[in-house]
């Protein structure tokens, strides 16, 4: 018996870890079906979605967290920032409960990337710097680099440049340690052009120039690093023009010109930039030829106007403004260093601003150009004061999150002694109340235990009273067919013996032969009569079962104190059911009063017996409180009737609605 039952264990183990391999690869499926960009992004989702519901199904936490987190990135590919940041905080409470440190520092980046998208930079910041400190400690250089890269980028359009120029060394250290793969090729490249930029803001010219030359040469390994060849001779450009080395960024600016069918149908804003930049460098190089300067910005300006783009316009109308100024051109100066002033205004270009704020008070004369002059001043001062507070924003925000991290640890190790102590009580209370309460579920026990045993023993004897009828009506039939076999037909058999022999004789002594024979077939007659009186006066068939089945809903409702009525049918033969079925009957009866009485609260209970279509129909109707079939599906009660029903190859529904009661609906099938 062991060894079968050990034997069974393998089997259902061996099935068991199938079925779960199968779901699990059901789900790698579903994932990769999701990030295949040839398929309609609905049906991406669609798979997506049904991913993290079969892992849900399966409770798997791992699997969850692998299915939400794609889930999220689509997401994320269609700017739906607020649903990924939802699905990745999700993620977050998963991971920390399962103290996943992997998982948990991938949610904080993925809302923190969510943030620097929309360009919300403190709160960017605050989500990379939790990721990076578990990043750190899990050694995980790769993302830590990124995320290095990312937050020098934020502290750079912040112009918290000495920050944002020490994580951007640090992670290009990291970068420069990890294989020479395309990608990482491409964060070398960015990490040196982004160093460019950060020393031509802290007026490092030279090793501005280092960073670009060396962004160039790593570009030169990149595959379709044409536009990121570009961009940097552009950025090159213009730290030589900051030097006054004219002559060198009109070079480069020039060679950008000549190449502009190779990039232009890809960035159409590339091409007026760089000719408004050859033309300004032209104009504060001191070139004379005025209108071919004049030209080339009317030019950049037609163009970034036909493409209407606004921030390409910018720079182009300030530098329109700032060439026609010198020229002493009002009018036309006034014109663009308003659409500059406008446009600067609309997008919070706080440093075009200041030019043009500028160049409108030299351009407007008395109270005017002092307002001008007066909002240049204040907003120039704002602008410093923002720079200083932002150089400690950052500072701020780490050492904040330092402080709530210590905080949370505290209020998690004050929230365990506090678990520890309430458990402590709680199971001490539970003690106490189980004590209290279990003599009077004791009684209640056993009240139902010698309920169940008398019903049982009524049952029991019915079914004896029954077996006892049974064998009587079989004796009966026995003595009646006796008495028919052994005297009815010998009587008759003699008459008519005696009447075939009158044949033969006349006279009167025939004729009171033939009338004493008459009277004897009369007698038999009445014996006949009898006999058939005798089995006319037996009881209807089969009511006997349905007097055991009234005589327990009898009992069973007084003793629950509950009304009731029952109705039955006559058509059904009991004596042929057999009595497998009929003790489901009577059981599933007694467990549907049984679970009335405990759960539903009822004042009334009626129960109908029908036969319809060649089917017993059992049905028990109660006026209590109801209950919801799907959750309770598991319920011992509910358990015990389906399985009763399901030996008797019968059908059960359960129709209940929540305050107006139950109905319980049984079909047997019959055979006469």
């Not at 037609?302 to 403004?321: E, F, G, Q």
């Not at 056993?446 to 004796?475: C, G, H, P």
């Not at 009822?602 to 209590?624: E, M, R, T």
């Amino acid at each position: 018996m062991r060894v079968l039952f050990f034997y069974s264990f393998i089997l259902f183990s061996i099935y068991s870890n199938g079925q779960s391999g199968r779901n699990i690869s059901k789900i790698d499926s579903l994932i990769q079906l999701s990030k295949d960009h040839s398929i309609p992004f609905n049906d991406r989702v669609h798979y997506a979605k049904s991913s993290l519901e079969l892992a849900e199904q399966l409770k798997a936490n791992s699997l969850i967290l692998k299915a939400r987190k794609n889930l999220s990135l689509l997401s994320f590919e269609v700017d739906d920032y607020d649903a990924f940041k939802t699905l990745n905080r999700t993620n977050l409470e998963l991971a920390s409960r399962l103290k996943d440190s992997l998982e948990i520092a991938s949610a904080y980046q993925n809302i923190a990337q969510s943030y620097y998208y929309e360009n919300i930079n403190d709160s960017a910041y605050f989500y990379y710097s939790k990721a990076i400190k578990i990043y750190d400690k899990l050694s995980s250089e790769e993302s830590k680099a990124y995320i290095l890269m990312t937050i020098s980028d934020i502290q750079e359009t912040e112009k918290d440049y000495i920050s944002s120029e020490e994580n951007a060394i640090a992670a290009l250290k990291l970068f420069e340690t990890f294989p020479k793969s395309q990608y990482n090729l491409q964060q070398l490249y960015m990490l040196n052009n982004l160093l460019g930029i950060i020393s031509l803001k802290l007026g490092h010219y030279d090793e501005s120039l280092e960073y670009h030359n060396r962004a160039e040469s790593i570009n030169a390994d990149i595959n379709n690093g044409f536009f990121n060849e570009i961009y940097t001779i552009n950025n090159k450009a213009f730290v030589y023009r900051k030097q006054n080395n004219y002559d060198k960024a009109l070079e480069l600016y020039q060679g950008l010109v000549d190449i502009k069918d190779e990039y232009n149908d890809a960035d159409p804003t590339f091409f007026p930039l760089v000719i408004d930049n050859l033309a300004y460098t032209k104009f504060v190089a001191n070139h004379s030829d005025y209108e071919a300067i004049e030209n080339l910005f009317k030019k950049a300006y037609r163009i970034s106007d036909s493409i209407d783009d606004d921030l390409t316009k910018l720079p182009i109308s300030i530098d329109l403004s700032k060439f026609y100024l010198q020229q002493k051109k009002s009018d036309s100066a006034l014109k663009y260093v308003n659409i500059s002033y406008k446009i600067a205004k609309e997008t919070s270009s706080n440093e075009i601003l200041l030019d043009a704020l500028k160049v409108l008070s030299k351009l407007k004369e008395g109270e005017e150009g002092k307002a001008y002059l007066n909002e240049y001043i204040r907003l120039s001062d704002s602008l410093l004061n923002v720079e200083r507070n932002v150089r400690n924003k950052f500072a701020r925000i780490e050492l904040e999150t330092e402080e709530l991290e210590e905080e949370n640890e505290k209020i998690s190790q004050q929230r365990m002694w506090l678990l520890i102590i309430s458990a402590a009580l709680l199971g001490t209370f539970l003690f106490l109340y189980i004590i209290l309460t279990q003599r009077a579920k004791n009684k209640e026990l056993q009240f139902e235990k010698d309920q169940q045993k008398a019903n049982e023993e009524i049952y029991n004897l019915m079914l004896s009273q029954q077996d006892k009828v049974d064998e009587a009506r079989a004796n009966e039939k026995k003595r009646i067919s006796e008495e028919l076999h052994d005297g009815i037909l010998g009587r008759l058999f003699g008459t008519r013996l005696s009447l075939d022999s009158l044949n033969f004789s006349e006279g009167k002594e025939a004729i009171n032969n033939r009338a004493t024979y008459i009277k004897e077939l009369m007698s038999i007659e009445n014996d006949i009569r009898k006999v058939s009186h005798d089995l006319n006066t037996d009881f209807v068939s089969g009511s006997g079962f349905m007097d055991i089945v009234s005589e327990l809903i009898e009992k069973q409702t007084a003793a629950y104190q509950l009304k009731s009525s029952f109705n039955y049918t006559d058509d059904i033969n009991w004596e042929g059911v057999p009595n497998k079925t009929k003790i489901n009957i009577y059981r599933i009866i007694q467990e549907s009063l049984q679970n009335i009485y405990k759960h539903a609260n009822a004042n009334d209970v009626k129960i109908s017996i029908q036969l319809k279509n060649n089917v017993i129909c059992l049905s028990i109707v109660d006026d209590g409180d109801g209950f919801d079939v799907n959750k309770s599906k598991k319920g011992i009660g509910l358990k015990n009737i389906n399985s009763r029903v399901k030996e008797v190859n019968g059908k059960a529904d359960f129709n209940s609605t929540l305050k107006e009661g139950t109905e319980v609906s049984i079909t047997i099938p019959y055979k006469n």
